[in-house]
């Protein structure tokens, strides 16, 4: 049996790459279109660190286009997850390395720990 494993990376606005791989992306718009079964995410993003407020132009700019990012990560998720429940896909998994080590659902004795 022949298997094929597609890998790609993200940029800077789309930083898990997953839009190559979401189903249905038709191979007449884009030479990015793949026919997968499933897909795994590995996300070791910058994480979701609280920001300083302020009413200064600057950090309202880089605030805005932080949401906006963190919005473009969600929905990408969020479609492929909509891709298996509908069939599309066999399965999507996502691990996701940036998570804050208090904020794991189950303590892990040998955890290497973030620098923060």
């Given at each position: 049996?022949?298997?094929?494993?597609e890998?790609?990376?993200?940029?800077?606005?789309e930083?898990?790459?997953?839009?190559?791989?979401?189903?249905?992306?038709?191979?007449?718009?884009?030479?990015?279109?793949?026919?997968?079964?499933?897909?795994?995410?590995?996300?070791?993003?910058?994480?979701?660190?609280?920001?300083?407020t302020?009413?200064?132009?600057?950090?309202?700019?880089?605030?805005?286009?932080?949401?906006?990012?963190?919005?473009?990560?969600?929905?990408?998720?969020?479609?492929?997850?909509?891709?298996?429940?509908?069939?599309q896909?066999?399965?999507?998994?996502?691990?996701?390395?940036?998570?804050?080590?208090?904020?794991?659902?189950v303590p892990l004795?040998?955890?290497?720990r973030?620098?923060?």
């Amino acid at each position: 049996m022949r298997r094929t494993v597609e890998m790609t990376d993200g940029g800077v606005y789309e930083n898990l790459g997953l839009a190559p791989l979401r189903p249905g992306r038709s191979p007449a718009h884009t030479a990015h279109a793949h026919d997968l079964d499933c897909v795994i995410a590995v996300d070791a993003g910058r994480g979701r660190s609280p920001k300083p407020t302020s009413a200064l132009t600057p950090f309202r700019l880089a605030r805005s286009f932080d949401i906006t990012y963190n919005r473009t990560q969600d929905a990408s998720r969020t479609q492929l997850n909509a891709a298996t429940e509908h069939g599309q896909l066999r399965g999507f998994v996502h691990a996701y390395l940036a998570m804050r080590d208090e904020r794991l659902p189950v303590p892990l004795d040998d955890l290497v720990r973030r620098a923060v």
